[in-house]
């Protein structure tokens, strides 16, 4: 079973802090890593994409790296806002699909 | 442009309706997908289009009928719809299906009474 699983599930911090949301895959045989932010009730939008053959991505105040032999992804989020706020959602991209974690819900309190 | 546009937003339809979300996307993408998100849960796939053909159904009932008119079009016919099949539709579309960078529309938030 290809299973995506993301730590942890909620997150609450101070406005300012840094932070990381961690991302696990168990099938090796992954195209890229995609990570989403979702805000309640709507759409995903893409925040950084990992191919396969990178180890780490950059935008902003976001990076996302990547660890195949661990199976493992992890999102920096720098001097975090209130308006992070937001769910989380890595995917691991395959073939013809992405197969999702269950997303780190996260609370920037200001 | 990088933007997926679904249509409608938010539809409700009883159990012996029939209905239509349409998604569109101006790219030049030749893969569109759906999926299907209930509340607090991950996105599942349900379809995926590749070159205006069907190549992937997820063990989707029949209920849920794919079109893919043209390269930027892809629809979603829906009838005899289950209240359980209440959720929000996400439409996605990338360069091609090879696992390229997907993009997705804001979605359609379903409800079947």
């Known amino acids: 079973k290809q299973e995506v699983t993301q730590i942890p599930a909620a997150l609450s911090v101070p406005e300012g802090e840094n932070l990381v949301l961690n991302c696990s895959f168990t099938d090796s045989a992954i195209y890229n890593l995609q990570w989403f932010r979702q805000d309640p009730g709507k759409g995903l939008t893409s925040l950084l994409l990992i191919q396969s053959s990178q180890r780490e991505q950059t935008s902003g105040r976001l990076n996302a790296s990547l660890d195949k032999s661990s199976g493992r992804s992890t999102l920096y989020i720098a001097a975090s806002q209130p308006g992070d706020s937001a769910t989380y959602l890595c995917?691991?991209?395959?073939?013809?699909?992405?197969?999702f974690g269950t997303g780190t819900r996260l609370t920037v309190i200001p | 442009d990088t933007e997926v546009t679904q249509t409608p937003k938010h539809l409700v339809m009883g159990m012996t309706n029939k209905k239509s979300l349409k998604c569109e996307q101006h790219?030049?993408?030749?893969?569109m997908y759906w999926y299907k998100q209930k509340a607090k849960k991950p996105p599942e796939l349900m379809f995926v289009y590749s070159y205006e053909k069907l190549s992937i159904n997820e063990s989707v009932p029949s209920r849920f009928s794919p079109e893919c008119p043209n390269s930027s079009l892809l629809n979603l016919h829906l009838h005899a719809l289950q209240p359980e099949d209440s959720a929000l539709y996400l439409c996605a579309s990338s360069h091609t299906s090879g696992g390229g960078e997907q993009y997705f529309g804001p979605g359609t938030r379903l409800t079947v009474t």
């Open positions: 790219m030049g993408h030749r893969a």
């Open positions: 995917a691991r991209g395959g073939a013809n699909n992405l197969f």
